[in-house]
Structure formats: structure tokens, C-alpha cells
């Protein structure tokens, strides 16, 4: 019987292995216009608009994240085999075909074809459940959402094999490398269609109309909001991140981009630590964890880089008289000299916690008459906080990592409330977190139009995590209420 335990889970892991790799090189291929824009742009070899290059950047991420649903329903009606395979060798097509792009609505059109690749989650998460135990879902489920990683890999290689391939050919050499891209997805898709075996769940003979059934239970619709946060957030700050460091912090570009894939590629490899906690603790208390750190780590990152001009203690006169001499360090009043603290010299930057600079103003002259509690010097104190770069990175760095535990952790809810229906629950979970990675950075921008700061971005989080958590908290209460005391241990996990 072990042995037999044995022999299944190694085939299992098999299909782990070659999910999770096709999944990374996915996730790469769906970022990958986040460099490729960026460098046609800043090269002139396209004079793209901004609003021009925010589409293409979104594009793909909105195109994959709308087929999700219908992607994962394929896959619960059909297999994971078989769709993996159609879709790893479909979307290789257009990546082939960027290399005789010419135009604007060519690249847009194409980008919205290749961007499908970004419903290989929902595909990999509902092949991946089948082949796995209830005691294993969260490990493997964790294992294969480390393919997010696939955004870093993109982020740190794709721009110095950029620069290789037009070190020669400065106008077409980029062309290339969608190319690379494409060779990867048909090498994996045939790895798929040859290697693999397909399996279904028992929902295969089920009707569209069941397979869709679970998505009226508001269950599918909180389990939304918490990727929504987890992983949407996470797609938006991948991007986010590097505007926000070259603007608040003046970084370069490049230094700027390495801060920003320190922030995403954690969270992907830290998937898996979420899948055995989820497994080992219950994945609802695992969420606990990460909707409280959220929203702590949100409120400390909420605190903007600023300096705030305050009233300070000023000179009062002590007794009526006459001003005698007057200088920026003492006033003299009736011979009687009082001293005046002159402004210090305030450094461009302080440490990492806010620290104050105090210093009074001279608002008499000499042989001015005073009366008894007149002012004499107004008093100023300036806090400055510096939000410090270091102190921000290891907060982003910190969220991210609770986010990648997250994204484990709700997919580990998934199988065990839908287990048949991983695919349809899973895709619809995986639409309304891929449609925050979308409208997240637009989101962003309106917020720092209209408040003119750039933590907005991290307002907006912690009131999300705030959302979150009340609903969670709502709905567990309710249940411990309805249900009896010894299925308390049930619901905890």
C-alpha cells in the first residue's frame, strides 16, 4: 500500500516539476512587455505616448487575466494535459510574430494574444489539485505559485539580453527577443503534449451550467478580495515599484529596478513556505497571519517622505520696557539680554526616524516700546521625516513575503471547499486578482494625481487589508456561532 502511496506521488511531483517550470516561463512571457515597452520607448525607436505605453504594459495583464474562468473551466471539463499544451503552443504564435511588427495596433493586438499565457495559473493550479491529496494541496499548490518568480526573471535578465542583441543592430536587434520567448513555449507545450499524462477530476462529466454553480456562493467572492490584495497588488507593485523609487527616492533606473525585483522575487519563491504553513497551521489562520501583517506593514509605509512647518516656543516679555539692540543670537530689553536660538543647519537627510530642528525669529526692532507678554521672537520647529530608503525596502521587501505566503494560503481554501471544481473557483479566484495587477497601477496613478502623494498607494493597500480582515472576521464569528463545539477544529483549518 505505501509503495503504491509512493509510486503515485512520484508521478505527482513529475507533473509538479514540469507545471511549475512551464508556469515560470509563462509568468516571464506575461511581463515581458513591462522591459520590451520601456526600452522601445526610451530608445525613440517608437514614439509612443504615455497613455500608448501604459496600454501596451496592461494589456497583456488584463487579456490574461479575463480568460482565467473560461481557461480554468476548460481545464476541469478537459484536463490539464491537454490545455496546458494547446496553450503553451497558441500563444507561442504571436511572440514569433513580434519580430515583423511595424505598428502601434499590431504590437497592441499581439500583446492582447500573447498576454493569454497569464491563464496558466488557472490551468496549472486545477491540473496540479488533481494529483495531489488533501494533506499535500497546500504544498503543491505553494510550490507551483513560485512560477511568479518568472516577473523577476524577466526584470533582472531581458534587459542585459536587450542591450546584447542591439549592441549590433541598435533598431532591430530587440526583435529577438520575443523570439527567445516564443522558442520556450513551444519547447515546454511539446514537453506537454509528449511527457505528460492528462487527468481529470470527477466534475468531468458534469455540465457548464454545474461547473459554473459555485461562483453564486459569496465564498468564491471573498476568496477573490484576498487575492485581490495577494497577488493583484502584488502584479501592481511590481510595476509600480520603479516609478516610486527614480521619483521619492531619485534611484537610477537600474538601481531602481533591482529594488524592485528584491520586492517580487521573494514573494514568488516564498509561495511554497505558504503552501506547508497552510498545510501544517490550516490555510485560514495562515491568512490571519497576512491580513494583520498587510495592514500593519501598510500603515508603516502609509508615513510619506515630508517636512512639516509648526509654530515652536517663541520669546515673551517678561515686563513692559524698551528694545535697546537687537541681533539673530539676543535681544536686548532694557539693557536685559535675552538669547535667541538661531536656526540650525538642517541636513538633506536625517535618520531613518522623524527628527525635529527648532529655532526662533526676531520680530522687534530696536527702541521699539514693548508691553509686559508681547512677542518678541516667533518660534519655528520643522520635523522632518525622511521615510528612509533602507527602512521602505525591508517594509516592501517584508509585504511582499506575506503576500507570497497569501497567495499559497488561498489557493489552499480551493480544493477544499470546491474540490471538484478547482478549475472554474480557482479561474474566477485568479480573474479577480489578475484584474487588480491591472487597473492597480491606473488606480495609482489617479491617487497620486488627486492627493499628490505617493504613498496613496499604500493608503490604498491598508484599507483593502482593513476590508479583508473584517470580512474574514465577520464570517468566522458567524460560523463558530452556528456550528458545534466539535467542529470548531474543523473550521479553524
Not at 272 to 297: C, E
Not at 381 to 397: D, M
Request: hydrophobic share 50%; net charge positive; proline share 4%.
Amino acid at each position: 500500500m505505501s509503495a503504491d502511496i509512493t509510486t503515485s506521488l512520484k508521478s505527482s511531483h513529475r507533473v509538479l516539476f514540469l507545471n511549475t517550470l512551464a508556469f515560470t516561463i509563462c509568468f516571464a512571457a506575461w511581463t515581458m512587455n513591462g522591459v520590451l515597452v520601456t526600452y522601445l520607448t526610451d530608445n525613440g525607436i517608437y514614439n509612443w505616448s504615455v497613455v500608448e505605453t501604459g496600454w501596451l504594459l496592461g494589456i497583456p495583464i488584463l487579456s490574461g487575466s479575463l480568460m482565467r474562468l473560461p481557461l480554468g473551466l476548460l481545464t476541469d471539463k478537459f484536463g490539464g494535459q491537454k490545455v496546458f499544451t494547446f496553450l503553451l503552443l497558441l500563444c507561442s504564435i504571436p511572440f514569433f510574430l513580434l519580430y515583423y511588427v511595424d505598428s502601434y495596433w499590431l504590437y497592441f493586438l499581439l500583446s492582447a494574444l500573447f498576454g493569454m499565457v497569464g491563464t496558466s495559473f488557472a490551468v496549472g493550479i486545477a491540473f496540479t489539485s488533481v494529483w495531489y491529496p488533501k494533506n499535500w494541496q497546500g504544498r503543491a499548490l505553494g510550490i507551483f505559485g513560485m512560477g511568479n518568480a518568472g516577473a523577476a526573471i524577466t526584470t533582472l535578465l531581458a534587459p542585459t539580453l536587450l542591450n546584447y542583441l542591439s549592441e549590433n543592430n541598435p533598431e532591430n536587434g530587440w526583435r529577438m527577443l520575443p523570439v527567445f520567448y516564443g522558442i520556450a513555449l513551444l519547447v515546454i507545450g511539446f514537453v506537454f503534449m509528449f511527457f505528460i499524462k492528462n487527468k481529470r477530476p470527477e466534475a468531468q462529466g458534469k455540465t457548464i451550467g454545474s461547473l459554473l454553480k459555485p461562483l453564486k456562493q459569496v465564498r468564491v467572492w471573498r476568496f477573490g478580495l484576498y487575492y485581490f490584495l495577494v497577488f493583484g497588488l502584488f502584479v501592481a507593485f511590481s510595476q509600480w515599484l520603479l516609478p516610486y523609487y527614480v521619483n521619492v527616492y531619485k534611484t537610477s533606473l537600474v538601481l531602481g529596478g533591482l529594488l524592485a525585483s528584491a520586492f517580487s522575487l521573494p514573494s514568488g519563491v516564498v509561495r511554497a513556505l505558504g503552501g506547508y504553513l497552510s498545510d501544517k497551521f490550516g490555510a485560514r489562520r495562515v491568512m490571519y497571519w497576512v491580513l494583520y501583517s498587510s495592514l500593519i506593514i501598510s500603515g508603516l509605509l502609509m508615513l510619506p517622505k515630508m517636512e512639516i512647518l509648526t509654530p515652536g516656543k517663541g520669546i515673551i516679555a517678561s515686563k513692559s520696557g524698551k528694545i535697546t539692540s537687537v541681533s539673530n543670537e539676543k535681544i536686548s530689553l532694557n539693557n536685559e539680554e535675552i538669547p535667541v536660538i538661531t536656526k540650525p543647519e538642517i541636513p538633506e537627510s536625517v535618520s531613518a526616524l522623524p527628527k525635529s530642528f527648532s529655532w526662533q525669529e526676531v520680530v522687534v526692532q530696536q527702541n521699539q516700546a514693548v508691553n509686559k507678554k508681547e512677542l518678541l521672537a516667533k518660534g519655528n520647529t520643522l520635523i522632518k521625516f525622511e521615510a528612509h530608503i533602507t527602512v521602505f525596502s525591508i517594509l516592501v521587501i517584508l509585504i511582499g513575503i506575506m503576500w507570497g505566503i497569501g497567495k499559497a494560503a488561498v489557493y489552499k481554501h480551493i480544493p477544499e471547499y470546491f474540490p471538484n471544481e478547482v478549475g472554474v473557483v480557482g479561474g474566477m479566484v485568479g480573474l479577480i486578482g489578475g484584474l487588480g495587477g491591472f487597473i492597480g497601477p491606473i488606480l495609482f496613478g489617479y491617487l497620486l494625481t488627486f492627493s499628490g502623494l505617493w504613498t496613496s498607494s499604500w493608503i490604498f493597500v491598508f484599507i483593502v487589508s482593513a476590508i479583508a480582515l473584517f470580512w474574514m472576521n465577520t464570517v468566522i464569528k458567524k460560523m463558530m456561532r452556528n456550528e458545534a463545539p466539535h467542529l470548531k477544529d474543523k473550521i479553524e483549518h
